[in-house]
């Protein structure tokens, strides 16, 4: 079992409307948890990085949030555009002392005219 | 300010075959890691480097190495080629030695696909 777990798998949209994805850790312990979009054939491009002890961090029209004690997070888009149609991916890096970075398996989200 | 920048974008190599990737991070930027990604595993980390030194490592085999220049830029090299290592490999920046702590930029990737 992926210990960073994302739903749904994939999403299609409305143009306009606003969507909410969903990441749940089981890892620990903690050190930061980040939140990237991928866009078809290119590199990632981080959104937000938030520590255990924040709980919510915005970058313009994405607002990502953190509940540490149920190990949530969540990505929320606000006014979905065409250009928001990408891969969402999940985050988790731990610290043993050295750090490791956990991945999910990634959104596809999909914005539809 | 230009971005991570990889060589090559695109390559293809037989079973056996050894590989070296390119990367050079963003100006001023000292530390580099590595990520493999493939449709079955998504991403994996492979390893950090940082003033030449590898500060953290991933759960890959020997067969993946990598190293750190002097001016930061950095390659990753894979020996023995298998089908299973075709993948898209991302090279990401960051400013100082805390890469796994702080925004990572994204290199568009070495596409590389092993027959």
């Known amino acids: 079992k992926n210990q960073v777990e994302q739903s749904p798998q994939s999403l299609i949209i409305l143009e306009g409307k606003n969507c909410t994805l969903q990441?749940?850790?089981?890892?620990?312990?903690?050190?930061?948890l980040r939140w990237y979009k991928q866009d078809t054939g290119r590199g990632p491009v981080s959104l937000t990085i938030?520590?255990?002890?924040?709980n919510t961090k915005s970058n313009g029209r994405y607002t990502a949030t953190l509940d540490a004690d149920t190990k949530q997070s969540s990505l929320h888009i606000t006014a979905s555009q065409l250009s928001d149609s990408a891969s969402y991916i999940c985050?988790?890096?731990?610290?043993?002392?050295?750090?490791?970075?956990?991945f999910g398996t990634g959104t596809r989200l999909t914005i539809i005219p | 300010k230009a971005g991570v920048t990889q060589t090559p974008r695109y390559l293809i190599k037989t079973r056996g075959q050894q590989v070296t990737l390119s990367c050079s991070p963003i100006?001023?930027?000292?530390?580099v890691s590595w990520y493999q990604q493939t449709p079955g595993q998504g991403l994996q980390f492979l390893f950090e480097?940082?003033?030449?030194?590898?500060?953290n490592k991933g759960n890959f085999p020997g067969r993946f190495s990598g190293r750190q220049f002097s001016n930061s830029r950095s390659e990753m090299n894979v020996s023995t080629l298998e089908l299973g290592d075709s993948a898209l490999y991302l090279c990401?920046?960051?400013?100082?030695?805390?890469?796994?702590?702080?925004?990572?930029?994204f290199g568009p990737g070495t596409r590389l696909l092993v027959l």
């Open positions: 990401a920046s960051s400013l100082t030695a805390g890469a796994l702590r702080e925004t990572q930029y």
């Open positions: 990441c749940n850790y089981t890892v620990s312990p903690f050190s930061n």
């Open positions: 938030m520590t255990f002890s924040e």
């Open positions: 985050v988790v890096t731990l610290n043993f002392g050295n750090e490791k970075l956990t």
């Open positions: 100006s001023g930027h000292r530390s």
């Open positions: 480097y940082f003033s030449e030194t590898q500060r």
